[in-house]
T-cell receptor, first 115, second 111 residues
Framework: EAGVVQSPRYKIIEKKQPVAFWCNPI?????LYWYRQNLGQGPELLIR????????DSQLPKDRFSAERLKGVDSTLKIQPAELGDSAVYLC?????????????FGEGSRLTVL | LAKTTQPISMDSYEGQEVNITCSHN???????ITWYQQFPSQGPRFIIQ???TKVTNEVASLFIPADRKSSTLSLPRVSLSDTAVYYC????????????FGSGTRLSIRP
C-alpha cells in the first residue's frame, strides 16, 4: 500500500515568491494534517482536515498561508509571499478518523529554502 | 493540553537496552501516550501507544505507571540504525484534540 506522498521534495525560492506543496494521503484516510518542522525542533501543527473541512487552522498564519483539500482527498498548502523565516520542512500526515486511532502516517516532507 | 518533558539527547552503545523517559504531569483522563521515531530527511514514524501499564510490540515496550504522570519507552538491544529523534506525545483522540509534538530526544547509538 502506498504511503503519504508529498511533492516537491525540495524547493528553493527567493523571498516574496509564491510556493505550493502537494499531498496525497493514504487511501481511505479521512484526516489530513500539515505540519511545519524547523531545524532541530519537533513538527508544529499548521492545519488539520476532517474530510474536506478544516477543523483546526488556529496555527496557520493566514496572512500568507492557505490550504485546501479538494473532495476530501489531496491537499495543497500555499505560501504567498514567502519570507526567509518560512524555510523549513513541511510535513503532511494522514490518519483514519482521529477518534479511531492515534497513529499518524507521515510523508517524507517538502524542504523549503527561502533565499 | 498536556505538556511533555523529555531529555534533549541520550547516547548509548550497540546491544544495550535504552530507556527514554517522558514526563507528562498534567495528563488528562482521556489522554493516550504515543511515541514516534524520526530519522533525518524523513517524517516521524509511529512506534507504540498506550494508556496504562505495559505495552509491547516488535519494536519497543512502553511502561506507564499507575499515576500516568510519566512513561518510559524501552528499546531492547539497540543498533546503529536506532539513531534517531524520539518524540513523546499525549493526546485525546477526539475531534477536538490537537496532536502536538515537543522537541524530542535525540538518541545516538555508537558502535
Amino acid at each position: 500500500e502506498a504511503g503519504v506522498v508529498q511533492s516537491p521534495r525540495y524547493k528553493i525560492i527567493e523571498k516574496k515568491q509564491p510556493v505550493a506543496f502537494w499531498c496525497n494521503p493514504i487511501s481511505g484516510h479521512n484526516t489530513l494534517y500539515w505540519y511545519r518542522q524547523n531545524l532541530g525542533q519537533g513538527p508544529e501543527l499548521l492545519i488539520r482536515y476532517e474530510n474536506e473541512e478544516a477543523v483546526d487552522d488556529s496555527q496557520l498564519p493566514k496572512d500568507r498561508f492557505s490550504a485546501e483539500r479538494l473532495k476530501g482527498v489531496d491537499s495543497t498548502l500555499k505560501i504567498q509571499p514567502a519570507e526567509l523565516g518560512d524555510s523549513a520542512v513541511y510535513l503532511c500526515a494522514s490518519s483514519l478518523r482521529v477518534e479511531d486511532t492515534g497513529e499518524l502516517f507521515f510523508g517524507e516532507g517538502s524542504r523549503l529554502t527561502v533565499l | 493540553l498536556a505538556k511533555t518533558t523529555q531529555p534533549i539527547s541520550m547516547d548509548s552503545y550497540e546491544g544495550q537496552e535504552v530507556n527514554i523517559t517522558c514526563s507528562h504531569n498534567n495528563i488528562a483522563t482521556n489522554d493516550y501516550i504515543t511515541w514516534y521515531q524520526q530519522f533525518p530527511s524523513q517524517g516521524p514514524r509511529f512506534i507504540i501507544q498506550g494508556y496504562k501499564t505495559k505495552v509491547t510490540n516488535e519494536v519497543a515496550s512502553l511502561f506507564i505507571p499507575a499515576d500516568r504522570k510519566s512513561s518510559t519507552l524501552s528499546l531492547p538491544r539497540v543498533s546503529l540504525s536506532d539513531t534517531a529523534v524520539y518524540y513523546c506525545l499525549v493526546a485525546q483522540y477526539s475531534s477536538a484534540s490537537k496532536i502536538i509534538f515537543g522537541s524530542g530526544t535525540r538518541l545516538s547509538i555508537r558502535p
